[in-house]
């Protein structure tokens, strides 16, 4: 099956209103820039989606991707571990004024209910938290002598990843430390868009070089020359 989008536009146009958008990259390490901004393209010419309740590791940086989502007014509500990291202001502005949402999630507790929605996993235990606000209200148990707080898997409907090389029927490969959440958030969303660098023909991957098998990505798009977050942010690019 031909999975192929022809064009980053067509990739993003059955993204709905307020549904849950997980997007991957650690950073701007595997973040997909480019899918970003063409939902924001979206976004400025027909006014969605909207409503957006975003996964990622942080809220986004300087002017760009994520934070350009936020500071146009999609995302409603972010789940993420680190919403004050560097050049944050986006956000940090829309929370102070109540216009925005945010579930902190400790980085390995995000990573594991990600994998865990992904792995057919609907809860798991882990000592991170105990004791601790984000633990309230969530049940505990015992387990040799040491307490431990139940966490719920995390899904998405739809999740926006970044790979390397990919065929036309789905399979990715990831560059470095760009796989980070991008394989556990294409296995975890109900439907997953992905662009990758290089769009090959089905079979001129090594199988054993595969990631993400195509099973999981349900449209690929081209995008040879992937912008790089950081590079942006420190040219002082807004979107």
């Known amino acids: 099956m031909n999975k192929t989008s022809p064009s980053l536009a067509d990739a993003v146009s059955d993204i709905p209103d307020g549904v849950q958008l997980m997007i991957g990259g650690f950073g701007g390490s595997g973040a997909p820039i480019e899918l970003i901004h063409a939902l924001i393209d979206r976004f400025r010419a027909t006014g969605s989606p909207k409503n957006l309740t975003v996964i990622n590791n942080n809220a986004g940086n300087g002017?760009?991707?994520i934070a350009a989502m936020i500071k146009a007014g999609m995302v409603r509500k972010m789940i993420c571990s680190f919403p004050r990291s560097s050049n944050a202001e986006a956000f940090n502005e829309k929370y102070l004024a109540g216009e925005i949402e945010l579930e902190l999630i400790p980085q390995g507790t995000l990573a594991e209910r990600i994998r865990a929605r992904g792995a057919g996993i609907p809860a798991f235990y882990t000592p991170t938290s105990f004791g601790t606000e984000?633990?309230?209200g969530k049940p505990t148990e015992t387990f040799d002598d040491k307490?431990?707080?139940q966490e719920?898997?995390?899904?998405a409907d739809f999740a926006l990843i970044k790979g390397h090389d990919g065929d036309e029927t789905g399979n990715l490969t990831y560059r470095l430390a760009g796989r980070n959440f991008n394989p556990l958030m294409?296995?975890?969303?109900?439907?997953t868009i992905a662009q990758v660098s290089n769009l090959r023909a089905p079979g001129s991957i090594d199988p054993e070089a595969v990631v993400t098998p195509g099973i999981f990505v349900?449209?690929?798009v081209e995008v040879p020359a992937p912008?790089?977050?950081e590079v942006l942010v420190r040219r002082g690019v807004v979107y």
Do not use: S, T
Not at 186 to 191: E, G, I, P, V, W
């Open 147 to 149: 307490m431990y707080v």
């Open 186 to 191: 294409a296995m975890a969303a109900d439907r």
């Open 152 to 155: 719920l898997w995390l899904k």
């Open 227 to 229: 912008q790089q977050e």
């Open 63 to 65: 002017a760009i991707g």
């Open 218 to 220: 349900d449209k690929i």
């Open 134 to 136: 984000l633990a309230e």
